[in-house]
């Protein structure tokens, strides 16, 4: 079966996903920190074919805060 590996927004380390597993908004999560993660494609030009990266579901601690 063909995998692929994604960074985690949370620690950096790699995670190893099957291809059976890439779906848009999947639920993941972190092998080596446990954050909870989802998947989803990007694409940086409409012709481009989509890449997968990983999302953290976490809100950041910054967010919502007045500068």
Known sequence: MRTIELACPECGERNTLEESELANDHLVKCAHCAASLVLSQY?????????????????????????
């Open 43 to 67: 694409r940086e030009h409409p012709d481009d074919p989509a890449c997968w990266h990983l999302e953290s579901t976490m809100n950041s601690a910054d967010e919502g805060r007045p500068a």
